[in-house]
Nanobody, 124 residues
Framework: QVQLVESGGGLVQAGGSLRLSCAAS????????MGWFRQAPGKEREFVAT????????YYVDSVKGRFTIFRVNAKNTVYLQMNSLKPEDTAVYYC?????????????????WGQGTQVTVSS
């Protein structure tokens, strides 16, 4: 079992920045691939970013490329999502997730463990 706890969400003006954190605990979380997903009101959960277990491979949804960066510090069992140049359409609940095989994936069903989510609100 792996437990994930997100933090760092909040209210920010358009053009601002936030850094989300996802602290993992439990069984060897450093060997898992990690992902960030988000869900806006009335919409389905969507993929945002993913990172391999060793931090060498990453992938982003087109809408955040160049603005968001996913990275991890395995010594702290923590994965981060640095979000810059935020837009109102980035407003959503952001979830981190862990994929036991260590492989990056954009598919939510590949992830076995999920955090409770953290709210990000971007005002215009």
């Amino acid at each position: 079992q792996v437990q994930l706890v997100e933090s760092g969400g909040g209210l920010v003006q358009a053009g601002g920045s936030l850094r989300l954190s996802c602290a993992a605990s439990g069984r060897t979380p450093s060997t898992y691939a990690m992902g960030w997903f988000r869900q806006a009101p009335g919409k389905e959960r969507e993929f945002v970013a993913t990172l391999s277990w060793n931090g060498l491979r990453s992938y982003y949804v087109d809408s955040v490329k160049g603005r968001f960066t996913i990275f991890r510090v395995n010594a702290k069992n923590t994965v981060y999502l640095q979000m810059n140049s935020l837009k109102p359409e980035d407003t959503a609940v952001y979830y981190c997730a862990a994929e036991p095989g260590g492989r990056i994936s954009t598919i939510s069903s590949d992830y076995d463990y999920w955090g409770q989510g953290t709210q990000v609100t971007v005002s215009s």
